[in-house]
């Protein structure tokens, strides 16, 4: 969506307000240009398969660790379909889901194969080629054209022995991105990244196909350790010195315990893919970007939400701040949990503090004594699959009442309430601490303006952690505030790699151009992720104003920017990033094709609709901007945006009365948008029906009272009416009270009172 702009004449944002904010370039000479090279032509520091042994060849002088991976869901990650492998019911057994898409399971001799509804509506048949996990699901694999793999959405309990459906509560119809014919259920891009061992995409943008490889079907030792080609040539060298371990990088004895969380993380995590394939070198943000604990993935304070596995969860948490890792807790290699129960807690937290009656509260033995069911708890994802929340944090139901977030009390209490649950809590412990980031996250998700000392806060402590810190910077840079903005700025130079990618994102946000000078020292950043970031907030910067000390990064940057695009090209959002980069250096017409491409990926990717109808406008096709306004609002009637975009358009097209019906409906909707209130005020002024502008503007300072433009209608608006000259006054000294650095505001004041002191 597009970001707003001011200026000072404040009608001006009917004949613009399509497009405020978007800056488009002339496509000569601008940092970027021209298009991404094809694959073929960028370098490649792909890991060949022929460096990789296998694990049986690891299982000649490690045969204790061999036996305890042999078996674990590592090893069992991804199998061919066979006799032995296949755990689901193909006896000729059919499924029903909600929704009535039906599956029939059945045998041809040996292979295994299923009827369902394909990616045209009509149902087909399909081999089964490939099994995926094994408890507490199996999911299974069949081959489509051009190299495609997609996973069934039908999928088998192990536990207990059933076939159910990984989307009960949706309707998913098949020209849909869920539909697990297409892309959210594409092995290719969305799985085998992390279930097998050397993988390469392979994606062919042009031909949208895929060769994809790997060098060993599963998650191998090498998959955790690296090629071992160069380690077996050692070990056999006549020279070699039992106990070192040459040729081999990752995972050993010597990793430092945030690296070995994040070689882990690598595939338990959410994260956007930065390189085309994985090359053991570099660090975790060499090669992916984590998902921050944001709308939609992470409940306001932090705790899991959507499926984002368990990364973003246990850096959070004092243990990984103190250097706890993975394998404290998890056996390495069978994966299992060292011990059960509290006595694995117990083994680092003194028992008689913590696994006592004063501390749990709880009938010893019960399941409220446990520590897991207080500081980890969970839930289930693809309906049976059980995780729990590794951030470690103590229960604030205090945040409960007044956010909404979850709290363990009433998780297992299920009959009381948040309010109860803090009672008791206070009861037991005193009011809760504040000092846990978790406060300030959910103040600032909520936009309250109290809470922008508090981020600042969290983002300047360096022994906080980085993902919570790296979010703030996010939270800080939607309070459009000039010195907000501009506190942003020391992030740049901040320690964690996370903080920096995350300042660099926010400025890219908000105004890149004007903060150039800021970012070009990430060109040359240690970690991938904020190179191409920086990269990216740059993309609209000249060329002759690249400084020659950053030329070299610059290129490289570039580069790494170009192959994240290619990465990232078989995904909706991926295409959506590539049209705003597109928009970005002016080349509007390549814009339009790759919001084009993600909308025929995902025919309900309404976003990128949205920034498409608005693209279409720019080019002068109006029609088609309305038509495509309208096949959103006809697909998700209750989004407000679409209905503020459309009457836009309908206002630059001189349609007030349409302009105005959509802008009335939009707020009906959602009131948290102040440029509907802004826009609507403005057309009912053009219509001269000022009272309706007045009380606009007035009921959108009620929801918005800080909001410049608002408050600036309502000076403009008093002082043309010269009725109410005092509340002109009221108004445009909240404007200097709140940015008393803006001269106009000043020249206005002495315009309105004759006066040129600050009031």
Request: aromatic share 12%; net charge negative.
């Amino acid at each position: 969506m597009k970001r707003s702009f001011k200026t000072t004449h404040i009608l001006f944002f009917i004949a613009l307000g399509l497009f405020t904010g978007s800056i488009y370039y002339a496509c000569q000479d601008r940092a970027g240009a021209p298009d991404p090279p094809p694959f073929s032509h960028l370098p490649s520091t792909f890991v060949s398969d022929q460096d990789f042994v296998g694990s049986e060849k690891c299982m000649d002088c490690h045969q204790g660790e061999y036996q305890l991976w042999q078996g674990s869901h590592h090893d069992l990650a991804m199998q061919t379909a066979n006799e032995q492998t296949v755990l689901g019911d193909f006896t000729g057994v059919s499924y029903v889901t909600n929704e009535g898409m039906k599956s029939y399971f059945y045998r041809k001799g040996e292979e295994f194969w299923v009827n369902t509804e394909g990616p045209d509506g009509t149902y087909q048949d399909y081999k089964v080629v490939y099994t995926y996990g094994v408890e507490p699901l199996q999911q299974y694999i069949v081959a489509f054209p051009g190299g495609k793999y997609q996973c069934l959405s039908t999928a088998w309990d192990t536990e207990e022995k059933k076939w159910f459906d990984l989307y009960p509560d949706l309707k998913v119809v098949h020209e849909e991105w869920l539909h697990w014919s297409r892309g959210a259920m594409n092995w290719n891009t969305m799985c085998s990244d992390c279930h097998s061992t050397n993988v390469k995409k392979n994606f062919n943008e042009k031909e949208d196909s895929y060769h994809t490889t790997y060098a060993l079907i599963n998650v191998s030792c090498e998959a955790c350790h690296g090629p071992g080609k160069e380690h077996m040539q050692a070990v056999t060298d006549p020279s070699y010195e039992k106990g070192s371990s040459p040729g081999i990088k990752f995972m050993t004895n010597i990793t430092q315990p945030k690296e070995l969380v994040d070689a882990c993380g690598r595939c338990h995590i959410r994260r956007e893919q930065l390189t085309l394939a994985y090359n053991w070198q570099g660090g975790l943000m060499d090669h992916y970007y984590p998902q921050l604990l944001t709308e939609r993935v992470y409940h306001a304070d932090g705790q899991i939400l959507d499926e984002v596995y368990v990364w973003g969860s246990f850096v959070q948490s004092k243990m990984y701040m103190n250097n706890v890792t993975c394998t404290d807790c998890h056996d390495a290699h069978s994966l299992e949990l060292k011990a059960t129960g509290n006595s694995l807690c117990i083994n680092c937290h003194e028992a008689p503090k913590y696994d006592a009656l004063e501390h749990v509260r709880h009938k010893p033995g019960s399941e409220g004594a446990s520590c897991i069911n207080c500081h980890m708890p969970g839930k289930y994802y693809m309906v049976n699959d059980f995780r729990r929340d590794h951030s470690f944090r103590v229960p604030r139901p205090d945040l409960s009442v007044e956010y909404g977030t979850p709290n363990a009390c009433t998780m297992c209490h299920e009959d009381k309430d948040d309010q109860w649950a803090l009672e008791a809590f206070i009861n037991w412990y005193g009011e809760p601490n504040d000092d846990h980031f978790s406060k300030a996250l959910a103040m600032g998700r909520a936009w309250d303006t109290s809470a922008i000392a508090m981020l600042h806060q969290l983002v300047s402590d360096p022994g906080e952690p980085p993902i919570a810190r790296a979010t703030g910077v996010v939270y800080l840079s939607r309070y459009q505030d000039e010195n907000t903005i501009k506190g942003i700025l020391k992030y740049l130079e901040d320690e964690a790699p996370l903080v920096r990618a995350a300042a660099t994102d926010a400025l890219d946000q908000v105004a890149p151009l004007y903060f150039t000078q800021y970012l070009f020292k990430g060109l040359a950043d240690e970690s991938r992720a904020v190179r191409i970031k920086t990269f990216e907030a740059l993309a609209g910067l000249p060329l002759d104003q690249i400084p020659a000390e950053y030329s070299t990064a610059y290129q490289k940057s570039k580069r790494e920017f170009y192959q994240y695009l290619m990465a990232t090209a078989d995904f909706p959002g991926g295409q959506a990033h590539k049209a705003l980069y597109y928009q970005k250096i002016g080349q509007v017409d390549s814009a339009i094709m790759a919001y084009e491409r993600a909308v025929s990926m995902d025919n309900y990717n309404n976003m990128s609709r949205i920034n498409l109808a608005n693209l279409y406008y720019q080019k002068g096709s109006v029609q088609k901007a309305e038509d495509t306004f309208k096949k959103v609002i006809e697909q998700e009637p209750g989004f407000a945006g679409t209905y503020y975009s459309l009457g836009l358009l309908y206002a630059e097209q001189n349609r007030t009365a349409e302009a105005i019906q959509q802008l009335e409906h939009a707020l009906t909707l959602q009131k948290d948008n102040a440029r509907v209130f802004y826009n609507l005020g403005l057309l009912y002024q053009n219509q001269q029906e000022v009272t309706k502008a007045e009380t606009t503007f007035e009921e959108g300072l009620q929801f918005h009272p800080q909001d410049e433009g608002l408050l600036y209608a309502m000076v403009f608006l008093q002082s043309t009416k010269k009725s109410n000259p005092d509340k002109a006054k009221q108004y445009a000294r909240r404007l200097i009270q709140l940015f008393p650095n803006n001269p106009n505001y000043q020249q206005l004041w002495s315009q309105l009172t004759d006066e040129r002191v600050n009031p």
